[in-house]
């Protein structure tokens, strides 16, 4: 079992629709959780950040954690064809400059117009 | 702020050659990590240096090996190239609070 999973998709929704994107995780010993988007040919950015369990918002984006389930959530509201891109999970055993991020493989999503 | 600049942005090598990819982190961001990026494995870990020490190390064979400069600067090099080697490779210039900022990345491609 990969230490993250994450549905691969593809995804595509209309515009102005709600999207909900999820990860799973086994190792019970990660603390730190965030959502990065990838455009075609660049490197990922940084979406959300969190720590602990609950909601995170900003702007149109929503991160859920639920540690006791071991499942990570991102809501988009009023999606846009600009949210087109690949979303990746990811997720961290120490929040200091002393660790590593594991990675979901991405969501590709798509918006239509 | 200058964001994370890697070099070059696309490279083609041929089975058994080596290759040598730059990372220059964003200015005052002391670790710098590295991912390898594939359709089949998605993103995952290399290694980490900080202050020209690696500090954590990937599950990779020692065909992969990095380095930190005092400028934080970082390279990677991979020796005797194969083709399942043919990847996006992914700086991470991380910052104090330990959020991560990615290049845009180098396209390996081995023939």
């Known amino acids: 079992q990969k230490e993250v999973e994450q549905d691969p998709g593809p995804l595509s929704v209309p515009e102005g629709a709600i999207v909900s994107l999820n990860c799973t995780y086994s190792?019970?010993?990660?603390?730190?959780f965030m959502w990065y988007r990838q455009y075609s040919r660049k490197g990922p950015e940084l979406l959300m950040y969190?720590?602990?369990?609950g909601n995170k918002e900003d702007g149109r984006f929503t991160a859920q954690v639920d540690k006791s389930s071991k499942y990570i959530s991102l809501f988009i509201r009023d999606s846009q064809p600009s949210d087109s891109a690949t979303y990746l999970c990811?997720?961290?055993?120490?929040?200091?400059?002393?660790?590593?991020?594991?990675f979901g493989k991405g969501t590709l999503l798509t918006v239509n117009p | 702020k200058a964001g994370v600049t890697q070099t070059p942005r696309y490279l083609i090598k041929t089975r058994g050659q080596q290759v040598t990819l730059s990372c220059s982190p964003i200015?005052?961001?002391?670790?710098v990590s590295w991912y390898q990026q594939t359709p089949g494995q998605g993103l995952q870990f290399l290694f980490e240096?900080?202050?020209?020490?690696?500090?954590n190390k990937g599950n990779f064979p020692g065909r992969f090996s990095g380095r930190q400069f005092s400028n934080s600067r970082s390279e990677m090099n991979v020796s005797t190239l194969e083709l399942g080697d043919s990847a996006l490779y992914l700086c991470?210039?991380?910052?104090?609070?330990?959020?991560?900022?990615f290049g845009s990345g180098t396209r390996l491609t081995v023939v």
């Open positions: 200015s005052g961001h002391r670790s």
């Open positions: 991470a210039s991380t910052s104090d609070l330990g959020r991560d900022t």
């Open positions: 969190t720590y602990s369990s």
């Open positions: 990811a997720m961290s055993v120490s929040g200091g400059s002393n660790y590593k991020l594991t």
């Open positions: 240096y900080f202050s020209e020490t690696q500090r």
């Open positions: 190792n019970s010993a990660f603390q730190y």
